[in-house]
């Protein structure tokens, strides 16, 4: 594990405190930090970067939230060993703040959801198939029965989806991929309510999981997209419901 005695420099700049912010996200991505890595005294790190224990407080609590580096208190400081949920929170309020500008979801997920299933169909073991068949077949049982409401619906349907992507067995695109599909369905409650919905969806998911199995990359693609632009339509319909007619 490197030491990082002297990783950081005095800062020059105005803006103190998102400079070590700054500071620490350049020493990450240079490995010059590595997850789970114990940071020096904050005697020293005040003396490193030439700031007072007022800023370096202020920048290290910031980091915390952020989700970067754990404070324990009576032992020290570390830089996280594993992603939080916390580190996706920026991403996460700017993807709610664009959530009614229905295209540019769309695409985004798009973008997402044909990545990961791709990326599935390469790497997904005996293990991941069966969470999959059994999301697939959970799901059609629930569309198909009577009293069905639109939470079960919602959450069946991401559980297929997550399930394809826990297949993927990338921490990463686990991590944003699933936070991109919550975001999505949120902003389609509504839409899954419709009677049609229902009866699509159990259609939808036989074919990605067809695809996952026996298609090429351009298969998935295909499939994903035709999927995603009847939900595209469908939102668009309940938006506009005098063109829709």
Not at 175 to 197: D, H, M
Not at 212 to 239: F, H, N, Q
């Amino acid at each position: 594990m490197p030491n990082s005695t002297n990783t950081f420099q005095s800062l020059k700049r105005s803006n103190v405190v998102e400079e070590i912010i700054e500071t620490f996200k350049e020493a990450m991505i240079q490995g010059e930090l590595q997850p789970g890595q114990r940071l020096p005294s904050e005697a020293e790190l005040v003396e490193q970067f030439g700031v007072g224990r007022g800023t370096l407080r202020e920048a290290m609590k910031k980091l915390e939230a952020l989700g970067v580096v754990n404070i324990q208190r009576g032992d020290g400081t570390y830089i996280v060993d594993k992603p939080s949920p916390a580190l996706l929170s920026p991403l996460v309020f700017a993807l709610m703040l664009e959530a009614g500008m229905g295209v540019n979801l769309f695409e985004l997920r798009s973008l997402i959801e044909v990545g990961y299933c791709q990326l599935a169909a390469q790497k997904a073991t005996d293990d991941d198939w069966e969470r999959i068949d059994a999301a697939q077949q959970a799901y059609a049982e629930y569309a198909s029965s009577v009293g069905r409401d639109v939470d079960t619906h919602t959450q069946l349907d991401l559980d297929f989806h997550f399930a394809i992507i826990d297949a993927t067995h990338n921490p990463l695109v686990i991590t944003v991929a699933q936070t991109v599909e919550k975001i999505f369905f949120a902003s389609i409650r509504n839409t899954l309510s419709r009677a049609a919905g229902w009866e699509y969806g159990i259609e939808a998911h036989q074919g990605i999981v067809q695809a996952l199995r026996t298609g090429t990359p351009e298969d998935i693609r295909r499939t994903v997209v035709e999927s995603l632009a009847y939900w595209a339509k469908e939102v668009e319909d309940i938006r506009n419901p005098d063109e829709a007619s």
